[in-house]
């Protein structure tokens, strides 16, 4: 009888989504945030393909996308529990609403979003870096999570033609730049 081979520890993973994931989170001059805004392109997921934006304020929070249920998973599942989100003073029980939402990515130049009412502009990539975390925990659940990390200088982010005031923070620790406006491409997620 031969023996099995011993556990690696490896954890096998199942694909929730691919896409791109431009966020921002803007500041006023003393560090409180103003605006927060998560753009997501889904190129394939679990839930269907489709635009959504996510746009936060002190006095709202906007869901919107080409399709409601795949906005509502989107933030659900994914927005809410990051570390952006849960940082702001709060974030209230929203229903995704159906918009049509032109979001263009571009490595080169940052992101741009429009809909309902709303328009993110994140721009002036600083950096580009791959990152992959094996052991990325939402809602208590080990995910997967790979992409391309570009750190941008510049952010703006509209309300019903109303600029959101504040701008995105943006640090060089030891020459590497890190920002509060970031572009994220080839995001890929698994659980």
């Not at 199942?14 to 560090?31: E, I, Q, R, S, W």
């Not at 805004?37 to 002190?58: E, F, N």
């Not at 003073?89 to 159906?98: I, K, L």
């Not at 429009?114 to 992959?132: H, W, Y």
Request: charged content about 15%.
């Amino acid at each position: 009888m031969t023996k099995a081979p011993a556990a690696t520890g490896y954890v096998t993973r199942t694909p929730l989504l691919t896409g791109a994931n431009p966020f921002v989170t803007l500041y006023d001059a003393d560090g409180a945030p103003t605006g927060y805004a998560s753009l997501w392109q889904i190129d394939w997921s679990t839930h269907g393909t489709g635009a959504v934006m996510v746009v936060w304020t002190p006095t709202s929070l906007r869901v919107v996308g080409d399709h409601p249920g795949l906005a509502a998973w989107i933030e659900e599942h994914f927005v809410r529990h990051f570390d952006e989100a849960t940082a702001l003073p709060s974030w209230p029980a929203v229903q995704a609403r159906h918009a049509v939402v032109r979001l263009r990515v571009d490595p080169a130049t940052g992101a741009r979003a429009e809909a309902a009412g709303m328009a993110v502009s994140i721009t002036g990539p600083l950096d580009a870096r791959p990152f992959a975390q094996a052991d990325f925990p939402l809602r208590g659940v080990s995910h997967g999570l790979s992409m391309q990390v570009i750190p941008c200088e510049h952010a703006t982010i509209t309300i019903d033609g109303i600029a959101v005031p504040g701008s995105p923070a943006v640090v060089r620790a030891d020459g590497r730049p890190a920002s509060s406006a970031v572009v994220t491409v080839h995001e890929a997620w698994s659980a």
